[in-house]
């Protein structure tokens, strides 16, 4: 082995694990670190064994094993456990060592940590790293933002260990300074939600209405794979269905319908909260992780609440071509959501984002990667500065022409009952954002009522404000505060 390692990694869990596995497929010299020190020396005995990584029983040992500036990747669980790694790390680090958390980690502790750790002369990285297990080993999606200074002395063993499209673009580049890494992985993880809240209210919709078998179904999403919705969450549903349990019976409807999450998508639907940014669909995605996780009180419900009770009649092979361009129609809005979540965050923060950039790298190695993100790339190519993705003509095409079917699944799927949030909200903000005259007029006037809030007025300039006294009794003095 060559005497200093190239990079150094804390935390080997399976994450860790399989990135230092990855890094050194690719030809770099890995020093690992645990707390749990047992887990070092298994991970030698055992996958590591005979490749160039190389175990650490202390930090102190791990600093002294690398190449400078110092690499160190940070795998840890998310909160109080990377600050207290950092503040370790610092004493036993020079001028220009590399601190890098590669954890799902919120933006605004990136955006702290950063200034912390550049004010001891060091640099830092705060980078998503999406693709799960599969991801981690055989090639991820990697987002980094933090020290600009620092990505010349990752960008090799970054994009070397990333995923690759496109004749070998790898899908991993500079995002931006501060949690800029940490914000795009973040607004990934919330369409990762909202794509899956699609996904399984088409699920639903074909089970509950349509009484369509898992092997059925298994059939329908091999069919979407192949088309425009050729995607990774796509292809594990379609293999999902056709597993069967020990017995032969669908695995699927044996698992209890109650879901978990980590935080990201709930993130990521406060942050538009804050930003002003109406991310209907992934908060929909988030709420209805929720509802799902009260099972005792939903089955206690379904034996006192009644809904239509009826059964379908309809033509069951184009309700289906129907549901899936619902589907599309859907994600094509969540997408548009998200990015402009993302530009109303590089408005904030000064970031520089490339959002074409930013599709190329989740094009491949992450949870959402699919075929349609390179029409988003396209659509940024065309025009960098569109306000919304609906607004691009390929968007605009594909959405009028699924309009018929989205309508009609969503009436259909409210008038027998079954819940379809995600849907149901993509074709409201769809319907809203095309809608030159929202009832907002009104909604002023009720806040001038009550509270002076004062409005604009239609035959005057923007930006002159008015307050009227309603009921005769109120005075001429308006709020000082106008929020839109």
């Known amino acids: 082995m060559d005497t200093k390692s190239d990079i150094g990694l804390i935390g080997l869990a399976v994450m860790g694990e399989n990135l230092v596995l990855n890094m050194e497929s690719k030809g770099f010299q890995v020093t690992v670190y645990n707390r749990t020190l047992q887990r070092v020396d298994d991970f030698l005995a055992g996958r590591a064994k005979g490749l160039k990584i190389v175990g650490a029983h202390s930090i102190e040992e791990l600093v002294k094993s690398l190449k400078r500036p110092r690499k160190i990747m940070i795998m840890v669980k998310a909160g109080s456990a990377v600050d207290d790694m950092i503040n370790t790390l610092i004493p036993y680090l020079e001028k220009g060592d590399i601190i890098i958390d590669g954890g799902n980690t919120h933006f605004p502790d990136t955006n702290r940590r950063t200034a912390l750790v550049e004010s001891k002369g060091l640099l830092y990285i705060g980078t998503g790293v999406s693709g799960g297990e599969e991801g981690a080993l055989l090639g991820p999606s990697i987002m980094p933002g933090g020290s600009a200074a620092a990505w010349p002395e990752v960008k090799p063993i970054f994009q070397a260990i990333a995923a690759k499209v496109d004749n070998g673009t790898p899908c991993c580049d500079w995002v931006g300074e501060n949690g800029a890494g940490h914000f795009v992985k973040m607004v990934h993880n919330g369409i990762e939600y909202g794509d899956m809240q699609l996904i399984c209210e088409a699920y639903q919709i074909m089970r509950d209405l349509l009484h369509m078998s898992a092997d059925e179904m298994h059939l329908v999403f091999r069919e979407w794979n192949e088309g425009e919705l050729d995607s990774y969450l796509i292809e594990i549903t379609r293999d999902i269905l056709a597993f069967k349990d020990e017995d032969g019976k669908p695995l699927v409807d044996k698992i209890l319908d109650t879901a978990g999450q980590k935080g990201t998508g709930k993130w990521t639907a406060v942050t538009a909260l804050d930003f002003g940014i109406p991310l209907t669909l992934i908060g929909e995605a988030v709420f209805s992780r929720c509802l799902s996780a009260i099972k005792d009180e939903r089955a206690a419900a379904s034996k006192i609440l009644s809904g239509p009770g009826k059964d379908f009649i309809g033509d069951r092979k184009a309700f289906v071509n129907d549901l899936r361009e619902a589907v599309y129609a859907s994600k094509i809005v969540s997408y548009a ?68 079917g989205w309508r009609n699944v969503i009436s259909t799927a409210l008038l027998y009952g079954i819940p379809v949030p995600a849907m149901s909200s993509a074709l409201c903000y769809f319907d809203g954002y095309r809608c030159e005259k929202l009832p907002a007029n009104l909604l002023q006037a009720q806040r001038d009522y009550f509270g002076a809030h004062t409005y604009e007025r239609l035959d005057r300039q923007r930006g002159e404000f008015f307050h009227t006294n309603w009921t005769g009794r109120g005075g001429t003095t308006a709020s000082t505060t106008y929020n839109v």
Do not use: H
Request: proline share 4%; hydrophobic share 45%.
């Open 337 to 404: 959501q998200g990015y402009q979540l993302m530009r109303a965050a590089a408005q904030e923060f000064g970031w520089k984002l490339n959002y074409g950039g930013i599709a190329l790298m989740w094009r491949g190695g992450c949870i959402i990667r699919s075929a349609f993100l390179g029409k988003i790339k396209e659509a940024f190519d065309n025009n960098p500065d569109i306000p919304n993705l609906l607004l691009d003509p390929f968007f605009k095409t594909k959405v009028e022409k699924a309009q018929a």
